[in-house]
Each structure stands twice: as structure tokens, then as C-alpha cells.
């Protein structure tokens, strides 16, 4: 069972926004950064936003992320067929001494 | 161009042992704080171990605590995952990660 608490699924039509959010507790997200990663089907995850909502270069600007408290979201706007994938969330936890991760989301393009 | 590189993986019984390695190019790999992620597949992340930047600092997760051991040489810019006592449930791809970054995965598979 993952400490970060994320939805199983969200979903949307191409052009749409989608957002998912991350929850924690003041130990990680409370505390730390959060980053999102992306995992396409048969690949390595992806870093898709760092420190809560910074993108790295070569990743586009529909993807937004923000924190407040012990949470943290993720949007897609102008949703694409290519945005299928699973998203994570991660951040560190002070008390654990561990990388958390939440359980994933699993964003359908319909 | 940040690269990770794992390899090392296999198939091996319960009880063996595997040693995972993280070979690494294109930053200041002394610098980077490491860590090992697993996923089984069709599951999620799990985070398996972490280590500090002058290898000093090492946390394990407590599902490995005790049979797992990380490492790394910074003169040589890579990490390992020294895999003992392995069980069937430590079957997944092994992952080394920076924050920004991660390697594409080595399988290993626990069965008898």
C-alpha cells in the first residue's frame, strides 16, 4: 500500500483538461518536494515536473504541477492521444528515511 | 546527455544472489544522491534503496533491510544493488534513479 495516495484512473477526450492529484502527510509532501513522473507502456518513467511544479527542458508546457500542504496535483491540458500513461507521484519522507511513490494514475485518452 | 545503464539482472532461485550494477555518464555522478526503485510488472513503483553522495548514508527499504546492500564508486561513476537471500516476491525490474533521471531497467526473476 503506497503512503502517497493518488486515483487509480482518470480519462478524457483529446483537447481536454485532466488533472490527479497526490496526497501525503507533513513527513513528505508536507515537507518536500514533489516530483511527477510519466511511465509509457513498456518504458522507464519519465521526470515530467520537479520540485513541485518546475518542467524540464523538452517537456511540454501541458503539463502543470502544484502542491499545497500535503498535496499535490498534476494537470494535462489539451489532452493528447500520446499523454496515455501511467503518472507518479514521488517525494521524500523524513520520517521513513524512504523515496515514496503514490500508487499511480492511469490517464485514458477516450 | 544524462545517462543510466543497469545490468546484472537474471533469473535465480530463492535463496541466491544477484549484484546489480548502475553504470552511469553525462553529470557529476559524485554529486548525486542515488537510489534503487523496483516495479513488478504491471504494478507500481517501489522504492528499494537509497545512498548519499559520498556513500556514507544508505536507507532500505524495509521489505530489503538486511538482505539488500547498496553501493557506489564514485571513480567509476556507478551504483550496485548486492541482492542476497532474494525471495520470489523480489521478482521486478530494478531501476537506478537520480531525481531527473532514470535508467531503462534490468529484470530479475526469483522462481525455483
Known amino acids: 500500500q503506497s503512503v502517497l495516495t493518488q486515483p487509480p484512473s482518470a480519462s478524457g477526450t483529446p483537447g481536454q483538461r485532466v488533472t490527479m492529484s497526490c496526497s501525503g502527510s507533513n513527513l513528505n509532501i508536507g515537507k518536500n518536494a514533489v516530483n511527477w513522473y510519466q511511465q509509457l507502456p513498456g518504458t522507464a518513467p519519465k521526470l515530467l515536473i520537479y520540485?513541485?511544479?518546475q518542467r524540464p527542458s523538452g517537456v511540454p508546457d501541458r503539463f502543470s504541477g502544484s502542491k499545497s500542504g500535503t498535496s499535490a496535483s498534476l494537470a494535462i491540458s489539451g489532452l493528447q492521444s500520446e499523454d496515455e500513461a501511467d503518472y507518479y507521484c514521488a517525494a521524500w519522507d523524513d520520517s521513513l528515511n524512504a523515496w515514496l511513490f503514490g500508487g499511480g494514475s492511469k490517464v485514458t485518452v477516450l | 546527455q544524462v545517462q543510466l545503464a543497469e545490468s546484472g539482472g537474471g533469473v535465480v532461485q530463492p535463496g541466491g544472489s544477484l549484484r546489480l550494477s548502475c553504470a552511469t555518464s553525462?553529470?557529476?555522478?559524485?554529486?548525486?544522491?542515488m537510489h534503487w526503485v523496483r516495479q513488478t510488472p504491471g504494478k507500481g513503483l517501489a522504492w528499494v534503496a537509497f545512498i548519499r553522495t559520498d556513500g556514507n548514508i544508505k536507507y532500505y527499504a524495509d521489505s530489503v533491510r538486511g538482505r539488500f546492500t547498496i553501493s557506489r564508486d564514485n571513480s567509476k561513476s556507478t551504483m550496485y544493488l548486492q541482492m542476497n537471500g532474494l525471495r520470489t516476491e523480489d521478482t521486478a525490474i530494478y531501476y537506478c534513479a537520480i531525481g531527473i533521471a532514470w535508467g531503462q531497467g534490468t529484470l530479475v526473476t526469483v522462481y525455483s
Open positions: 553525462g553529470f557529476n555522478f559524485s554529486i548525486y544522491d
Open positions: 520540485g513541485n511544479n
